[in-house]
């Protein structure tokens, strides 16, 4: 138990609970923004337009392509170099989530449509409904069914991922972690045990509420 | 309709998050936590010394977690040799401090894109870094150092000849040694813990690395001794501004030689460094005053 008492020293624990709130405003934030953003990319890759189609494929390939620590910084330090435009930590830490989320949902909303055959839009009209009553009552429930799982899958990559921010400036979760573990590492060189095992449970906190959810509407699915 | 229900529920309850989110993200948290907002002005291009005296507040990125020279102790307030320094640079400019947390990868571009005004970050002097920045004089040197049994001590290089020296790959121990001391057989390792073990169990005579790292550690694990405190070619540590900042930078050249007087840099590792260096170690092989090495 040597170095557990690191966790209660000072302010640690409510540092480490303020670490933990800027990690889930910064993912939260990016999350809805990236549905939002990923919806109506996701539209665009539907269009029959070729130009539309290739100009979506090459921003998606791009994003995932590149790693997110080279777009952090692309965003952070190279928009200040280029336009003297100085945004701060957080806020280019939302852009390039946002920028990332939003491919992937994109990506997402496209093959969830695409994956619904063609027979239930047929069947649909052959019923006599409208355009729009097709859609909400056919389509988007079984798009959708499909859709929420990658989602939230993605929601818990996105708050992982928001450990990069540390390299711009933003003391997220896990670097007030490392900040007491060094702190302390002279008296206390067995606390990094104890610190990471209390931020292993943050994160499970966050992140398996929504993998259950995943599950639970996956199981559903399948019904 | 079920589980179209449940879906939209999730949804709202996303979009209820984020609203509170967006509510509490306004009014900012601690100083450790939200340190990049853009209050300082800095828009890309450096600030001179009466801008920034205008402004009333300095930006200084230094280390978080680079005990003791930068780290943020329990109470959450930063702390260590970098730290002591730049409330005095605050002090003597007569404007606040503004800390920023910075990281080694990103000290450069810090600076470069002038979102902090001076970087006192542990900061090594080197040829391919002062071609991005400007350095100011050094006010810490490092060099190398060897620790080893107090059994069987080593206070010469000289004398790890024919014997078993532990080093750490990709370090300048390693090649320092190979290069001058072909004689010494070397112990290579991947990490400083492995070497420190293996230092432990007496799989080698003695260690070489940093000599801030190895004074420290010899600190904390009584029956070792760093009988070598300076060894090698002398690195200097130093504040850095954005390139072509001169006033700042001739500014900070005239603090650090007119705090000679009063031996700023000596007091400064007796209130940081003294706690963790015990006081058999020369501080002269740590502390340069005046930017005199």
């Avoid at chain 1, 929420?148 to 400036?169: F, H």
């Avoid at chain 2, 894109?113 to 400007?134: G, P, S």
């Avoid at chain 2, 001590?153 to 370090?171: F, H, P, R, S, Y």
Wanted: hydrophobic residues 45%; proline residues 3%.
């Amino acid at each position: 138990m040597q170095g557990i008492e690191v966790l209660f020293m000072g302010n640690n624990m409510l540092r480490l609970l303020d670490g933990l709130w800027v990690t889930l405003r910064l993912s939260l934030i990016s999350i809805a923004l990236s549905l939002v953003i990923g919806v109506f990319v996701g539209a665009l890759m539907l269009v029959k337009n070729p130009v539309v189609k290739v100009m979506c494929r090459v921003y998606i390939e791009i994003v995932r392509i590149m790693p997110q620590l080279v777009w952090l910084f692309i965003i952070f330090f190279g928009i200040t170099k280029m336009t003297k435009i100085n945004l701060s930590g957080e806020t280019a830490a939302v852009i390039m989530l946002t920028i990332w989320g939003a491919s992937e949902v994109g990506d997402l909303v496209r093959s969830a449509f695409q994956s619904i055959p063609s027979h239930q839009f047929e069947s649909g009209l052959s019923l006599g409904l409208s355009r729009p009553q097709l859609y909400f009552y056919v389509i988007f429930p079984q798009a959708l069914r499909g859709l929420v799982p990658d989602i939230i899958n993605l929601s818990t990559r996105m708050i992982k991922t928001t450990a990069l921010v540390s390299l711009i400036g933003v003391t997220e979760v896990l670097k007030v972690g490392k900040q007491i573990i060094d702190a302390n590492r002279f008296e206390f060189p067995n606390a990094a045990l104890w610190v990471y095992a209390e931020i292993f449970l943050m994160y499970f906190i966050i992140c398996f509420p929504l993998s259950l959810l995943s599950r639970k509407l996956t199981k559903k699915r399948g019904e | 309709m079920n589980t179209f229900k449940k879906i939209a529920s999730v949804f709202a309850a996303a979009a209820m998050a984020l609203s509170l989110a967006a509510c509490s993200s306004s009014n900012g948290s601690s100083a450790a936590s939200d340190s990049t907002d853009d209050s300082s002005a800095a828009s890309g291009s450096y600030r001179t010394v009466d801008q920034i005296k205008e402004s009333g507040e300095i930006t200084i990125g230094v280390f978080s977690d680079k005990n003791p020279f930068g780290y943020v102790d329990n109470d959450g307030t930063f702390q260590g040799y970098d730290v002591y320094f730049a409330d005095r640079i605050a002090k003597d400019l007569g404007v606040e401090l503004k800390l920023v947390p910075v990281e080694a990868a990103s000290r450069v571009e810090f600076l470069e894109t002038a979102k902090v005004d001076i970087i006192l970050a542990n900061f090594t002097v080197t040829d391919e870094r002062k071609e991005k920045v400007d350095f100011a004089l050094p006010y810490m040197k490092v060099a190398l150092g060897v620790v080893s049994p107090d059994s069987a001590i080593i206070t010469d290089a000289e004398q790890l000849n024919g014997k078993t020296l532990i080093v750490v790959k990709g370090t300048t121990a390693e090649s320092y040694f190979t290069e001058n001391y072909p004689d010494v057989k070397l112990q290579k390792y991947d990490e400083y813990n492995e070497a420190y073990s293996a230092l432990q169990d007496g799989r080698g005579d003695a260690f070489s690395t940093d000599n801030t790292e190895v004074l420290a550690w010899a600190m904390n694990n009584p029956g070792f001794t760093v009988g070598v405190e300076s060894l090698g070619s002398t690195d200097a540590i130093a504040p850095a501004v954005t390139k072509g900042n001169e006033t700042l930078l001739n500014w900070i050249n005239d603090e650090i030689t007119a705090l000679a007087d009063e031996q700023f840099f000596h007091a400064d590792y007796d209130a940081t460094l003294a706690s963790v260096y015990g006081d058999n170690v020369d501080k002269d092989s740590l502390v340069v005053e005046g930017g005199v090495m």
